[in-house]
Antibody
Framework: QVQLVQSGVEVKKPGASVKVSCKASGYTFTSNGISWVRQAPGEGPEWMGWISAYNGKTNYVQKFQGRVTMTTDTSTRTAYMELRSLRSDDTAVYYC????????????????WGQGTLVTVSS | DIVMTQSPDSLAVSLGERATINCKSSQSILYSSNNKNYLAWYQQKPGQPPKLLIYWASTRESGVSDRFSGSGSGTDFTLTISSLQAEDVAVYYCQQYYNTPFTFGPGTKVDIK
């Protein structure tokens, strides 16, 4: 079965960077893209962007442009999301999720999710 | 960006009764060339990630109970839980994937009365 396993809790100071990993199993990694979604405490989910595991193509939400980088390592079936210049309002649970789009297609239906990584930004 | 709204914010329903959640998009999310509504529903229980229930507004994800059904078109959509069970207590979100950035509604909390 499809499984996405994320890295553990992170505590960062304002201005720092965080890199969250997402290891996939149970399907052909390059067949689908990975979206990153965050959820602040008590809030609804917020889509941050997507990367194709097939060709590395990305689509970032404009509000994160310049601060976020999404990458994949097909040899280890792992996706990464790095967020820089962290602020207190970046405190959230960050999720990776498999997109049902095939290869380079961004579809937006998220059928399998990682367990989430809590990132706390505090001085 | 397409803004998604949901109503009510929360509802409490007796076990075995019907629960109905509404979702509205700020513009039509019906793509005319394929006649598909780009709308998904997710269920989220405390401490868990969202779980996909419905996509294309009315297609149930594999393994999801047939108690859950989706309907609607254009800008107005509904998620119905036909006979509420204890395990259905959760927050439910709608999401549009018609345009990037994909956006979620604020959620509807479902509890047992």
């Amino acid at each position: 079965q499809v499984q996405l396993v994320q890295s553990g809790v992170e505590v960062k100071k304002p201005g720092a960077s965080v890199k969250v990993s997402c290891k996939a199993s149970g399907y052909t990694f390059t067949s689908n893209g990975i979206s990153w979604v965050r959820q602040a405490p008590g809030e609804g989910p917020e889509w941050m962007g997507w990367i194709s595991a097939y060709n590395g193509k990305t689509n970032y939400v404009q509000k994160f442009q310049g601060r976020v980088t999404m990458t994949t390592d097909t040899s280890t079936r792992t996706a990464y999301m790095e967020l820089r210049s962290l602020r207190s309002d970046d405190t959230a649970v960050y999720y990776c999720a498999r997109d049902l789009g095939i290869e380079w297609e961004l579809l937006g239906i998220l059928d399998s999710w990682g367990q989430g990584t809590l990132v706390t930004v505090s001085s | 960006d397409i803004v998604m709204t949901q109503s009510p914010d929360s509802l409490a329903v007796s076990l075995g009764e019907r629960a109905t959640i509404n979702c509205k998009s700020s513009q039509s999310i019906l793509y005319s060339s394929n006649n598909k509504n780009y709308l998904a529903w997710y269920q989220q229980k405390p401490g868990q990630p969202p779980k996909l229930l419905i996509y294309w507004a009315s297609t149930r994800e594999s393994g999801v109970s047939d108690r859950f059904s989706g309907s609607g078109s254009g800008t107005d959509f509904t998620l119905t839980i036909s006979s509420l069970q204890a395990e259905d207590v959760a927050v439910y979100y709608c999401q549009q994937y018609y345009n990037t950035p994909f956006t979620f509604g604020p959620g509807t909390k479902v509890d047992i009365k």
